[in-house]
């Protein structure tokens, strides 16, 4: 019994150990066979089929290439676009000007605008009153090859609105805001802004004097607005007494 016994020990611990040395085996192998796995799941780029590992990284770097690239143009595409927006945003917002030339001299009109007073004249022996006024900035260039004198020029509007025959009576011979040229046509004195005295300078060759305007009053014996009289139908008739010439501007467009 007792050999029988032991037979069958030995023979229980033969297999105990046998198993044991199998489940070290495959457990060996296991372990072995995952890892590798595992590892070239994470490095490997999965491919399209029939494309190599060197193809897939220069198609890699030239998409990139071409994203950098797109973008780079994006942004001067939109840098360029700025700078145009930026220059039609500067050229709506200028300020019109209307430029004629006579007698060696460019003639601009720089602003236009239509006042219920004379205030902008008013003093100096000049009351202030209330009408229909319109009052033109100009600035003169001397753009010959000699003097120009400024005294030399009259400076005239016309509208078939305006009845020239109206200003003696309101102004009499002085004519400073308005005298009768003909009728529909008025002139007025070229003035400076500081001292509001009429302008009778010389110009030397390149020089250009500005801060002078003319003021023209459109209603003389009224306070009452001349509906008759609109900007686009108004021009600014500049007149060389010494040559007979002239050069006309108009006044649509203006702000008024």
Do not use: H
């Amino acid at each position: 019994m007792r050999s029988e016994r032991r037979s069958m020990a030995r023979g229980f611990k033969l297999l105990s150990m046998l198993l044991l040395a199998a489940i070290v085996t495959l457990a060996a192998a296991s372990c072995g066979g995952s890892s590798g796995s595992s590892r070239t799941s994470e490095t490997a780029t999965k491919l399209p089929p029939g494309a190599t590992t060197t193809e897939s990284t220069l198609t890699t770097t030239s998409d990139a290439t071409g994203a950098a690239q797109a973008q780079a143009t994006g942004e001067d595409e939109e840098e360029e676009s700025g700078s145009v927006g930026a220059d039609a945003n500067a050229a709506s917002s200028g300020e019109l000007t209307k430029t004629a030339y006579l007698s060696g001299a460019n003639f601009s009109v720089v602003s236009v605008t239509r006042e219920d007073s004379n205030e902008t004249v008013a003093g100096s022996g000049v009351r202030e009153v209330a009408g229909d006024f319109l009052q033109i900035e100009m600035a003169v260039e001397n753009a010959g090859g000699e003097l120009v004198d400024l005294s030399s020029f009259s400076f005239r509007l016309w509208n078939p609105a305006i009845e020239a025959g109206l200003y003696d009576d309101f102004y009499g011979s002085t004519g400073t805001y308005g005298s009768y040229v003909s009728e529909n046509m008025i002139s007025a004195a070229l003035l400076d802004y500081e001292n509001l005295q009429s302008v009778s300078m010389k110009l030397r060759v390149g020089e250009t004097v500005d801060n002078i305007f003319l003021f023209f009053d459109l209603n003389p014996q009224s306070t009452a607005v001349n509906e008759g009289v609109s900007l686009a139908g108004t021009n600014l008739v500049i007149y060389d007494t010494e040559t007979g010439d002239q050069v006309e501007i108009n006044l649509a467009d203006y702000a008024g």
